[in-house]
């Protein structure tokens, strides 16, 4: 099993910026694919930041050119920069990872408890 814990997130205000931090543990020599979700209140849960563990990335169209994903596999830790916040980015983040029979973001697959980012002034 894998377990996830997000931290890192809080109040900002607009064009500001916060770096979200997962951690894994457990079995983790099986995730491959690690990624950012973002879910705002009455919408689904959408991805917004993908990694493999060869880092290659891929991000949701609002977000490119604003946010980082990257991870350190040596430390287990995925991380989410976020730069240039909007209001429009408030939301619950969650961290997720692929499991050995199900892909990134699935049901079946692995979840943070999701932190709170909320852009305001």
């Known amino acids: 099993q894998v377990q996830l814990v997000e931290s890192g997130g809080g109040l900002v205000q607009p064009g500001g910026s916060l770096r979200l931090s997962c951690a894994a543990s457990?079995?983790?020599?099986?995730?491959?694919?690690m990624g950012w979700y973002q879910q705002a209140t009455g919408k689904q849960r959408e991805l917004v930041a993908a990694?493999?563990?060869?880092?290659?990335?891929n991000y949701a169209d609002s977000v490119k050119g604003r946010f980082t994903i990257s991870r350190d596999n040596a430390k287990n830790m995925v991380y989410l920069q976020m730069n240039s916040l909007k209001p429009e980015d408030t939301a619950v983040y969650y961290c997720?990872?692929?499991?050995?029979?199900?892909?990134?973001?699935?049901?079946?697959?692995?979840w943070g408890q999701g932190t709170q980012v909320t852009v305001s002034s």
């Open positions: 990694i493999t563990s060869g880092g290659s990335t």
């Open positions: 997720a990872a692929d499991s050995p029979v199900y892909g990134l973001g699935s049901e079946g697959a692995y």
């Open positions: 457990g079995s983790i020599f099986s995730i491959n694919v």
